[in-house]
């Protein structure tokens, strides 16, 4: 049985959307409340078992979210659209790096916030003020891999688990252990957690192996294409 829903009347609409979003230019507000539909109702349930976890008389305590940009919101006005969590206090300029699985944050902090009103994500066009944060699609546990000829980095991720090759649960090579064997990443500085049993360092000997094996492949297909050049 197919349901038809009644479309809302474009008037109906319009002080919804200025509500959301008093900016000029009507396709990008209306691709900002489509965003913000999409979300705040994840991020409505996810804050709702958040708070009730709490003793009683958290009612009474206020309890603010940060938003895109840098300001404070209670639940009640915390929406999809918005929910950008980051924010800094110092009165340092610093250089923001933060990378994640799949993806990593970069952004700069010179005694002021830099703030954008309007970014594009996905395709879908968003205004709303926010903190200037560029992020690369390539994180930790992106794939590293030599594949038609060229070094690709992701967009597949080794996960958590198995996790990259240092991680001794047999994955796959990742940023992360090229970022070890370059020395970024220093195994004295992390705890014994990792293999089977979670009671073992990074296995850096493993991670080089597997690069060993990597630059053997590459060897194979350089010599293979000089062998047909010549031919």
């Given amino acids: ?56 008389g958290v009612e009474k305590v206020n309890v603010l979210f940060m938003q895109s940009d840098g300001g404070l919101a209670p639940e009640s006005r915390f929406s999809g659209h918005k929910a950008t969590l980051f924010g800094l206090e110092t009165e340092k300029p610093l250089i923001g790096f933060d990378m994640g699985g799949t993806s990593t944050d970069v952004s700069r902090y010179a005694g002021t916030y830099e703030q954008v009103l309007e970014t594009q994500i996905a395709g879908a066009i968003i205004q709303a003020p926010q903190l200037d944060i560029s992020t690369v699609a390539a994180g930790g546990g992106s794939k590293l891999k030599f594949q038609f000829g060229a070094f690709r980095v992701g967009p597949e991720s080794v996960g958590a688990h198995p996790g990259p090759v240092c991680y001794r649960k047999g994955g796959e090579l990742a940023v992360t252990d090229a970022n070890l064997v370059l020395g970024y990443v220093i195994p004295d500085y992390f705890p014994s957690i990792f293999g089977p049993n979670e009671d073992e360092p990074l296995d850096i000997k493993a991670t080089r192996d597997q690069f060993d094996k990597l630059a053997s492949q590459i060897n194979s297909y350089r010599k293979a294409r000089i062998h047909l050049q010549r031919t």
């Fill in 1 to 56: 049985m197919v349901k038809v829903v009644k479309p809302i009347d474009v008037e109906t609409l319009k002080p919804l959307l200025q509500a959301l979003t008093p900016m000029v230019r009507a396709v990008p507000r209306g691709l900002t409340a489509s965003v913000d539909a999409y979300l705040t109702p994840v991020i409505k349930e996810y804050l709702s078992g958040f708070m009730s976890k709490f003793d009683e």
